[in-house]
């Protein structure tokens, strides 16, 4: 009979455990490959293609049903692809890049009524245009004298507003980004306009950084659609900007509300629903 060796059997336990590891991080890698691998097909798709849909998403979601991917696969890609979506820059720059391409139908381009009633005998200072599109609003700041920057998602946006800028004779500095790595800085604006922006409102660390880049005394402009009380929010509009009856003061209750009204009016964005109307939310409110 021979003795067990104490050394073998701490070899084998070590390599079974060196086995189960090397499997497990296998299968999170593969994992994380076919999720990438997901990802792409779907920006490869969404590339150069003009939806009316949000991103695409759910026009992709029957391009994947009548694939023939089971609901559950449908569901679980669809999952991903949504989260990333409006959480990353690049869907939202090819989406944004068609719409303000020749094929897309975006706004017009007169400033917003409620930005140019709000200025009115201010003193031009810096000003920050958030998710500026094609700078309908940067531009009119810009020939009061105002200091204007403003970022957007989209090359195609940026280039039609750098045109239209140099067209109107005024300079506006346009930044390509997204809201989460543009530096908003600290201390910066004198006022910031906010008008249909695709703008995270409900979490809390984009909106701190907002305010924070606001110099005291700075002002908020802000405009968008807004909900009803208690409505569905699933899908973008909770991540999107578009605040609930009420809604906004609770967000922005750091700064002191000027000017506020909910109301329903002729649509002011879109210029093939010009004459659709619709409900939206105005609010102007300064930093203490």
């Known amino acids: 009979m021979h003795a067990r060796n104490p050394d073998s059997r701490s070899q084998k336990l070590t390599r079974r455990a060196f086995l189960s590891a090397a499997a497990v991080f296998s299968t999170v890698a593969s994992g994380a490959n076919d999720d990438d691998a997901v990802w792409t097909q779907y920006l490869t798709w969404l590339k150069g293609r003009a939806v009316g849909d949000l991103v695409g998403l759910d026009s992709y979601r029957k391009v994947l049903t009548e694939q023939g991917l089971a609901k559950v696969e449908v569901e679980r890609r669809m999952k991903l692809i949504s989260e990333r979506a409006l959480r990353r820059p690049e869907a939202m720059r090819l989406w944004f890049n068609s719409m303000y391409g020749p094929d897309g139908a975006v706004g017009p381009d007169w400033p917003t009524p409620f930005v140019v009633d709000v200025v009115k005998g201010l003193t ?165």
């Open 124 to 288: 031009p200072g810096a000003a920050l245009d958030v998710c500026m599109g094609e700078g309908r609003n940067s531009i009119f700041l810009a020939s009061l004298g105002w200091r204007v920057t403003g970022f957007d998602v989209s090359d195609v946006a940026l280039a039609n507003a750098q045109a239209k800028a140099k067209k109107a004779g005024v300079e506006v500095t346009t930044v390509r980004s997204g809201y989460q790595e543009f530096d908003f800085g600290r201390g910066r604006w004198d006022l910031i306009v906010m008008t249909y922006a695709y703008f995270p409102i409900r979490e809390t660390k984009y909106v701190n950084r907002l305010i924070a880049s606001m110099r005291p005394g700075g002002l908020l402009a802000f405009q968008h659609g807004v909900l009803k009380k208690g409505a569905d929010r699933t899908g973008d509009a909770s991540l999107l900007g578009i605040p609930e009856e009420g809604e906004l003061k609770k967000i922005f209750h750091h700064l002191r509300v000027l000017r506020y009204q909910e109301v329903e009016e002729i649509s002011d964005w879109q210029v093939g629903h010009a004459a659709r109307k619709g409900r939206s939310v105005k609010m102007l409110a300064k930093k203490p």
